[in-house]
Nanobody
Framework: VQLQASGGGLVQAGGSLRLSCAAS????????MGWFRQAPGKEREFVAV????????YYADSVKGRFTISRDNAKNTAYLQMNSLKPEDTAVYYC????????????????WGQGTQVTVSS
């Protein structure tokens, strides 16, 4: 599985962005999809994960209620809708594919995409 993340950019605090993660391969729908982020000088951290069929989602406490993860298996794409963005959300965001879902929560991911930069100005 190859992953291509896009949609990052510069936004003011309180604004919104939607990240996309396009996957190649016919087995996309069998993988849980996740998003992680890494801020300068910090370790990469879990943001959100969605199960293979979209039936289960989990979020980091820091983004709960503001971010929404979704997927469209027909388009081999996962999304991260980010609302009410804060300066502390500034980071490089990475998408990930793995199975089972628990491996995403553990950070032991099968496949990583390249990062996309999100910068939130105050």
């Amino acid at each position: 599985v190859q992953l291509q993340a896009s949609g990052g950019g510069l936004v003011q605090a309180g604004g919104s962005l939607r990240l996309s993660c396009a996957a190649s391969g016919r087995t996309f729908s069998s993988y849980a999809m996740g998003w992680f982020r890494q801020a300068p000088g910090k370790e990469r951290e879990f943001v959100a994960v969605i199960s293979w069929n979209g039936g289960s989602t989990y979020y980091a406490d820091s983004v709960k209620g503001r971010f929404t993860i979704s997927r469209d298996n027909a388009k081999n794409t996962a999304y991260l809708q980010m609302n009410s963005l804060k300066p502390e959300d500034t980071a490089v965001y990475y998408c990930a594919a793995s199975r089972p879902l628990s491996t995403v929560l553990a950070g032991k991911v099968d496949y990583w995409g390249q990062g996309t930069q999100v910068t939130v100005s105050s």
